[in-house]
């Protein structure tokens, strides 16, 4: 008895994990791939209907009509190899699912061990929403790619001058699938360097920015040249939305039409009703869109634990990713833009889903490291206490 008390104890849980939370994520992605390529086959596309029409008729990478180059240009590449837009379209969102699930996995396990990367792409993998906006090709899953890997990068452990390259370069990319991106960009340096101030690298931070904006200003000047206006798409949206907030769906003989600058957009009732705003955002996101998104009601017990262990533990690069990939839809976030339900669509927090997963991930692993302390102890008092029996007899 003694002897297998001491066994249980020497076992290497963390790679008895790693085996099992990862042959669960690979069972999940796949049968949640097969379900959703069966189930939303011939779903009507959303924010991508017009995306094959911009590949067609786009002749260079910036050049992508009213919309970022990046997935554009990622569907000109697969009908130009005889691909049909509409399967290519959702395969090709089928695959960044595939690599976002992969990328959680590698970035948090060197991050924050072995347990959390399993379990959080575990959590994401399983996750019905995340293959509908698979099939759906949403943008937000593209720029969630390219906003891991820059997170990964940018603010990692003994950064080099090859670190702060590539955290531009995904950077970049980020924002080219989806020019909001840049907020959460700017978030998480700005939070970074707030509360990291003594081993934050100026220089090595300005030269990520710097490269991610070397990499969006063909882009944006293109827009210039086009319609004279550098986010002309951007403020275009910002426009529909703000008409939808003040007429809904219904037809307005005072529609207004026309580019809206984010500020505008965001002071469009006054300072007053901007804050009452995001306030009412922020309460609905909470208390409804990301339970919601998180489509497994139990992981939210996770979530709080998460939270508490990367306040206790300094494991701070979570929740700056968390606030960063929130942010930005606050301002969007209390418009009634879905009329059933209210508020917006769950793809608009794709990448708060992803910080919650990471984040459940994070408190599945701290129960464990828990329990294996209890456990442990309980283990080695129960064998102490054999041993000194035995030796009586």
């Not at 089928?94 to 948090?108: E, K």
């Not at 003994?158 to 840049?182: F, I, V, W």
């Not at 006054?270 to 009412?280: E, I, R, T, Y």
Request: net charge positive.
């Amino acid at each position: 008895m003694a002897e297998l008390l001491k066994k249980f104890t020497s076992l290497d849980t963390n790679r008895f994990f790693r085996a099992v939370t990862l042959s669960l994520a690979l069972a999940a992605l796949v049968l949640n791939l097969s379900v959703s390529w069966k189930g939303y086959r011939y779903e009507p596309l959303r924010e991508a209907a017009s995306r094959s029409l911009l590949a067609l008729n786009s002749s260079f990478f910036y050049d992508s009509g009213l919309a970022e180059p990046l997935p554009v240009f990622a569907l000109k590449a697969a009908m130009a190899a005889g691909a049909g837009p509409d399967a290519a379209l959702r395969a090709e969102g089928l695959a960044v699912l595939v690599l976002v699930v992969f990328t959680t996995f590698f970035t948090l396990r060197r991050r924050f061990g072995e347990i959390t990367g399993g379990m959080a792409a575990l959590f994401l993998a399983a996750n019905p929403y995340a293959g509908y906006y698979a099939m759906q090709g949403s943008s937000h899953l593209y720029a969630l790619l390219f906003l891991l890997l820059f997170w990964h990068h940018f603010d990692a452990p003994g950064k080099t001058r090859r670190e702060a390259l590539l955290a531009g370069l995904y950077g970049g990319l980020a924002c080219l699938s989806r020019l909001d991106a840049a907020w959460p960009l700017l978030i998480i340096a700005a939070l970074t360097w707030a509360v990291k101030r003594e081993e934050f690298s100026l220089k090595e931070a300005g030269l990520s920015l710097g490269l991610a904006l070397l990499l969006v200003l063909p882009y944006a000047a293109f827009q210039k040249a086009k319609y004279n206006n550098f986010l002309y798409a951007q403020e275009l949206s910002l426009r529909r939305w703000a008409n939808i907030d003040r007429h809904g769906y219904a037809p307005a003989a005072e529609v207004k039409t026309g580019p809206l600058g984010p500020a505008a957009f965001v002071f469009r009732n006054g300072p007053a009703g901007a804050l009452q705003g995001l306030f009412s955002g922020l309460g609905r996101a909470f208390a409804y869109e990301l339970p919601r998104a998180l489509y497994y009601k139990f992981l939210i017990v996770l979530v709080f634990l998460g939270v508490y262990a990367a306040f206790a533990l300094k494991k701070d690069p979570l929740l700056f990713f968390l606030a960063a990939a929130l942010l930005p839809a606050l301002p969007l976030a209390a418009i009634r833009q879905v009329p059933a339900t209210g508020g917006i669509e769950l793809r608009y927090y794709l990448w708060a889903l992803w910080a919650l997963c990471a984040l459940a991930g994070l408190g599945f692993q701290e129960i464990l490291a828990w329990l294996e302390t209890r456990v442990g102890a309980w283990a080695e008092a129960k064998g102490a206490a054999l041993l000194r029996r035995e030796k009586k007899r």
